[in-house]
């Protein structure tokens, strides 16, 4: 039994190793069929793009380009070698059979193999020269452009700003940047590589018609994809040059820009003071801050970063129209929004640096200060119970203060030193402003005193043309002397008087004989000295006063009480 075991074991081997082989075959035919013949079309997809967002369907019109081959990879036709797309519509029997079969279904930048045979190309008459009788035909073909008549304007949005208070109209002018491609995705052209924006009014016939309408609802900041049939783009003849006939067009746009000629400017009032005595009107000079910025943020100017305010005259044309406008009605304190559209601002040429033509420009401002060349000092009192000796010019005062620009900025304080400031009033020893705002106080009486520059230290100052803000409180007074006297007499004057000063007996008084008398007047209470100046200087002048031939010694001759002078002389 073992050699029949061992002879049915190998016919078991033999039958095995046919049915591997056979089973082998069956997979080779199945997976390799012979090029010939072809019942229907065949299609090897070369390449497929990761999106497909439309496919060819029957009615759809196509652009193309293709190889035509015979299955020995003999050329026979190519639009590559024309240099130009084939066009075509499928499914109305403008292509042979397999061709209008094939393409449907395929997507842009899709690539097929495409292999036809004779009854779906030329069949047995073939095609000239060219093609010969039974022929299956290969395309290798590569999709570029779908649309159909029926297609609209198509927008894709991607990007929207949080805030829209305004969309594009008809007949409103926008700005934007824009990259332009065909179907497949071939740049055309582009605003970012011109560096400048597209500037133009939509919906009036300026732009071709399918922006007219891709454009509209727009907000400024939104980014678009605005696809456009040839119908509403450039049709069958293209713009000649990058643009081919019949070509579906793609726009990428971001809008920067928004205004109507009909536009006046927009005011945003941002926050206002809790106390607003007065608004600005036209004459007003002011001082504010600002951020200058266009629609779609891009910043162009700072009155911060120079760390110095804006000072100018409102309503007077000193700043652009819409400034001029927008400035009138604040209060000091204020924050507003300023938009003004570019006929209000730097027109259609801009400023030829940051500012581009046609820009609508946005101003956040803040208010400082502003005053009028007209305004007096604005005086507000808080007066004690007893209240009768108030001050005078020629006065001698002392007071404390808090000063401040109208902003609250802080400029300085008596409080910080511990003692207060001291004055003449009418000798010119404080800005105008502040003599006047110091007469006809009472000792503990406080004032608040606004100060307007010409006032104060006027376009000098720190900073120049500035409201300042006094805190006052009146410590002390004493009365000065009468107009145009330094020195008088508490009581009757002694007929005696140049003997007495005479110490020395030698019918003349010297300086030193003059001032001891003089001070030892005041020490007893029988003259007194205008206060508030150095009592040594007083004392010099009136003794130059008197010593009428200038040697240095008054005589008997020389000397004169001030009531038997003219009235121009500082003397006894």
Same mark, same amino acid.
């Given at each position: 039994?073992?050699?029949?075991?061992?002879?049915?074991?190998?016919?078991?081997?033999?039958?095995?190793?046919?049915?591997?082989?056979?089973?082998?075959?069956?997979?080779?035919?199945?997976?390799?069929?012979?090029?010939?013949?072809?019942?229907?079309?065949?299609?090897?997809?070369?390449?497929?793009?990761? !999106?497909?967002?439309?496919?060819?369907?029957?009615?759809?019109?196509?652009?193309?380009?293709?190889?035509?081959?015979?299955?020995?990879?003999?050329?026979?036709?190519?639009?590559?070698?024309?240099? *130009?797309?084939?066009?075509?519509?499928?499914?109305?029997?403008?292509?042979? /059979?397999?061709?209008?079969?094939?393409?449907?279904? $395929?997507?842009?930048?899709?690539?097929?193999?495409?292999?036809?045979?004779?009854?779906?190309?030329?069949?047995?008459?073939?095609?000239?020269?060219?093609?010969?009788?039974?022929?299956?035909?290969?395309?290798?073909?590569?999709?570029?452009?779908?649309?159909?008549?029926?297609?609209?304007?198509?927008?894709?949005?991607?990007?929207?700003?949080?805030?829209? &208070?305004?969309?594009?109209?008809?007949?409103?002018?926008?700005?934007?940047?824009?990259?332009?491609?065909?179907?497949?995705?071939?740049?055309?052209?582009?605003?970012? *590589?011109?560096? !400048?924006?597209?500037?133009?009014?939509?919906? @009036?016939?300026?732009?071709?018609?399918? $922006?007219?309408?891709?454009?509209?609802?727009?907000?400024?900041?939104?980014?678009?994809?605005?696809?456009?049939?040839? #119908?509403?783009?450039?049709?069958?003849?293209?713009?000649?040059?990058?643009?081919? /006939?019949?070509?579906?067009?793609?726009?990428?746009?971001?809008?920067?820009?928004?205004?109507?000629?009909?536009?006046? @400017?927009?005011? %945003?009032?941002?926050?206002?003071?809790?106390?607003?005595?007065?608004?600005?009107?036209?004459?007003?000079?002011?001082?504010?801050?600002?951020?200058?910025?266009?629609?779609?943020?891009?910043?162009?100017? #700072? #009155?911060?970063?120079?760390?110095?305010?804006?000072?100018?005259? @409102?309503?007077?044309?000193?700043?652009?129209?819409?400034? =001029?406008?927008?400035?009138?009605?604040?209060?000091?304190?204020?924050?507003?929004?300023?938009?003004?559209?570019?006929?209000?601002?730097?027109?259609?040429?801009? *400023?030829?640096?940051?500012?581009?033509?046609?820009?609508?420009?946005?101003?956040?401002?803040?208010?400082?200060?502003?005053?009028?060349?007209?305004?007096?000092?604005?005086?507000?009192?808080?007066?004690?119970?007893?209240?009768?000796?108030?001050?005078? !010019?020629? =006065?001698?005062?002392?007071?404390?203060?808090?000063?401040?620009?109208?902003?609250?900025?802080?400029?300085?304080?008596?409080?910080?030193?511990?003692? *207060?400031?001291?004055?003449?009033?009418?000798? &010119?020893?404080?800005?105008?402003?502040?003599?006047?705002?110091?007469?006809?106080?009472?000792?503990?009486?406080?004032?608040?005193?606004?100060?307007?520059?010409?006032?104060?230290?006027?376009?000098?100052?720190?900073?120049?043309?500035?409201?300042?803000?006094?805190?006052?409180?009146?410590?002390?007074?004493?009365?000065?002397?009468? %107009?145009?006297?330094?020195?008088?007499?508490?009581?009757?004057?002694?007929?005696?008087?140049?003997?007495?000063?005479?110490?020395?007996?030698?019918?003349?008084?010297?300086?030193?004989?003059?001032?001891?008398?003089?001070?030892?007047?005041?020490?007893?209470?029988?003259? !007194?000295? /205008?206060?508030?100046?150095?009592?040594?200087?007083?004392?010099?002048? $009136?003794?130059?006063?008197?010593?009428?031939?200038?040697?240095?010694?008054?005589?008997?001759?020389?000397?004169?009480?001030?009531?038997?002078?003219?009235?121009?002389?500082?003397?006894?």
């Amino acid at each position: 039994t073992f050699p029949h075991f061992a002879k049915h074991k190998r016919k078991m081997i033999r039958l095995t190793v046919q049915m591997i082989l056979l089973a082998f075959l069956v997979t080779f035919v199945a997976c390799n069929p012979p090029p010939l013949p072809l019942d229907d079309i065949a299609i090897e997809k070369t390449f497929t793009p990761d !999106r497909c967002d439309r496919m060819v369907k029957s009615g759809d019109f196509v652009r193309y380009h293709y190889i035509g081959m015979f299955p020995d990879g003999k050329k026979f036709d190519s639009s590559y070698d024309r240099s *130009t797309t084939y066009n075509v519509f499928v499914g109305q029997k403008q292509l042979i /059979a397999g061709m209008d079969k094939a393409l449907v279904g $395929m997507c842009v930048n899709e690539r097929w193999m495409i292999k036809i045979p004779p009854q779906l190309a030329y069949g047995k008459d073939g095609y000239g020269d060219n093609i010969p009788p039974d022929s299956i035909l290969h395309f290798d073909v590569l999709m570029l452009d779908i649309w159909n008549t029926e297609d609209k304007v198509q927008i894709k949005t991607y990007h929207k700003p949080e805030s829209c &208070g305004r969309t594009v109209q008809v007949s409103d002018y926008i700005r934007y940047h824009y990259n332009g491609t065909l179907l497949d995705g071939t740049l055309f052209d582009s605003s970012h *590589t011109r560096m !400048r924006t597209y500037d133009t009014y939509v919906g @009036i016939g300026w732009l071709i018609a399918g $922006m007219d309408q891709g454009l509209l609802g727009m907000c400024v900041g939104e980014k678009r994809i605005i696809t456009l049939p040839p #119908s509403l783009g450039y049709g069958e003849n293209g713009d000649g040059s990058d643009i081919p /006939a019949q070509a579906s067009l793609v726009f990428d746009v971001v809008l920067l820009d928004l205004h109507n000629p009909k536009d006046e @400017i927009t005011v %945003e009032v941002q926050s206002l003071p809790d106390h607003c005595p007065r608004k600005s009107v036209v004459g007003d000079f002011m001082r504010y801050h600002y951020n200058g910025s266009l629609l779609d943020g891009t910043f162009f100017d #700072s #009155s911060y970063s120079r760390n110095r305010t804006y000072d100018t005259y @409102i309503g007077k044309g000193y700043v652009i129209a819409g400034m =001029d406008q927008g400035l009138l009605g604040v209060c000091v304190g204020e924050h507003r929004r300023i938009v003004i559209p570019p006929h209000l601002a730097y027109g259609e040429e801009g *400023t030829g640096t940051k500012i581009p033509g046609s820009a609508v420009l946005v101003f956040d401002v803040h208010i400082i200060d502003f005053h009028n060349p007209s305004d007096t000092v604005e005086i507000t009192s808080v007066k004690p119970e007893n209240c009768s000796n108030n001050t005078k !010019r020629g =006065d001698f005062v002392k007071y404390h203060y808090n000063a401040t620009l109208m902003d609250g900025t802080y400029i300085g304080s008596t409080h910080t030193f511990g003692k *207060t400031y001291d004055v003449v009033l009418g000798a &010119g020893q404080v800005v105008i402003g502040m003599e006047q705002g110091l007469i006809g106080m009472c000792v503990g009486e406080k004032r608040k005193l606004v100060i307007p520059p010409h006032l104060a230290y006027g376009e000098r100052g720190v900073p120049g043309s500035a409201v300042l803000v006094f805190d006052v409180e009146l410590v002390d007074l004493e009365e000065g002397l009468p %107009e145009g006297y330094m020195f008088v007499w508490n009581s009757d004057v002694t007929p005696n008087l140049f003997s007495e000063m005479d110490k020395n007996k030698d019918a003349q008084v010297d300086a030193a004989e003059f001032s001891d008398y003089i001070l030892q007047q005041v020490k007893e209470g029988k003259g !007194r000295l /205008a206060p508030g100046f150095d009592s040594q200087r007083i004392i010099e002048n $009136m003794y130059d006063n008197q010593d009428r031939n200038k040697d240095g010694r008054i005589t008997e001759d020389e000397f004169k009480l001030k009531a038997d002078e003219a009235a121009a002389h500082d003397e006894l």
